[in-house]
């Protein structure tokens, strides 16, 4: 399978200049904030001091888990396919906010349990019908997890814009998602698991038993492609495949909750310059994504209490990469103002 090749956006040159227009703003130095940094990054990504957002995407990949057999979560697998049929008619979360923000919204069916036929607005890439369970088994062959990740990488190279937010469906993704956590970190499992759907605290309880059966079954598993397709889901493979093409084309990549970023830190282990490229969004209220955000040292953008999926918080995030953009771009410098510089 071809890796991505991705280049580091670091350079010095540019970023004295940009660290050179943004302290010249009409404003304190650092009194932006977090809008500072990330307009910076956004130059950097760009190579340029004037950068542009053009025709961000959302891609919303979904995919069923043979892991639900283990009732590990709140709701039946049947949630997922009907759940694609409410993003078809425009009716989830996601596309309230993406239609709110101007972003394009394409679904992906990346193994869901369930046959769609041939449906207006869904794009088929199903490798399977679901994963199987991976307590005593592979949940997809390394074959079926390099299609899957193959399969995002093209759908991000028919894209014209320069911004991706990744969203997702999958009753029961939070399982694999706090097992690749746990292996990717090695963090107890307990410190992985989190309510998912609703899951009550006995509900939490035996979902950690489930993963810990698993990943003491898997013990021998430690290669990122290795986890990745032992834990892992159609639509997460899909989206580390995505990632790591995004970041080769030099788009600004949105991250979302937690079953967003199990799929990065997959794609970070592999090359750990796709972080170059990544606005965090914000920090779920599962339990495992404030971790993973610690793992990588990450800021993000809101907290919101999310737990939802889908992309929202990628999409409710943009406005706020819009806003970085724009001042660096629109706003007065001291000398075109005429305002007086600090002198100390």
Request: proline share 3%.
């Amino acid at each position: 399978m071809h890796i991505p090749h991705i280049e580091s956006i670091q350079n010095p040159m540019l970023s004295a200049r940009l660290d050179a227009v943004i302290d010249n703003k009409t404003k304190p130095r650092g009194s932006l904030g977090m809008l500072e940094s990330l307009a910076k990054q956004v130059g950097l990504i760009q190579k340029t001091t004037r950068p542009a957002l053009v025709q961000p995407t959302i891609l919303v990949f979904a995919g069923d888990h043979g892991i639900v057999a283990e009732n590990v979560s709140a709701f039946p697998q049947s949630v997922t396919w009907q759940m694609v049929e409410n993003f078809l008619a425009e009716g989830a979360a996601i596309n309230v906010f993406a239609r709110q923000n101007t972003i394009a919204l394409k679904v992906i069916d990346a193994g869901v349990n369930h046959d769609f036929g041939s449906r207006e607005g869904l794009i088929n890439r199903k490798v399977g019908p679901g994963t199987r369970n991976f307590v005593d088994t592979s949940a997809m062959t390394k074959d079926e997890c390099a299609r899957a990740m193959q399969h995002g990488m093209a759908l991000v190279k028919e894209l014209e814009g320069n911004v991706i937010g990744f969203g997702e469906m999958g009753i029961g993704n939070t399982t694999p998602a706090a097992a690749i956590l746990h292996k990717i970190t090695g963090m107890s499992v307990a410190e992985c698991t989190g309510a998912g759907t609703g899951l009550t605290t006995e509900g939490i309880s035996h979902k950690q038993r489930v993963i810990e059966r698993a990943v003491a079954h898997h013990e021998a598993v430690v290669e990122p492609l290795d986890i990745l397709a032992t834990f892992g889901g159609y639509e997460i493979a899909m989206m580390a495949g995505a990632m790591l093409q995004a970041a080769e084309q030099r788009m600004v990549l949105l991250i979302d909750g937690f079953i967003v970023t199990s799929a990065l830190m997959i794609a970070a282990r592999i090359n750990p310059a796709v972080l170059d490229y990544c606005v965090f969004s914000h920090c779920s209220d599962e339990q495992g994504h404030k971790a993973m955000l610690r793992y990588f040292d990450a800021r993000p953008l809101l907290q919101l209490s999310l737990r939802l999926g889908e992309g929202t918080g990628g999409a409710l995030a943009y406005p706020l990469l819009q806003a970085a953009v724009n001042f660096l771009n629109e706003m007065a410098t001291f000398e075109s103002a005429q305002v007086s510089e600090q002198v100390a």
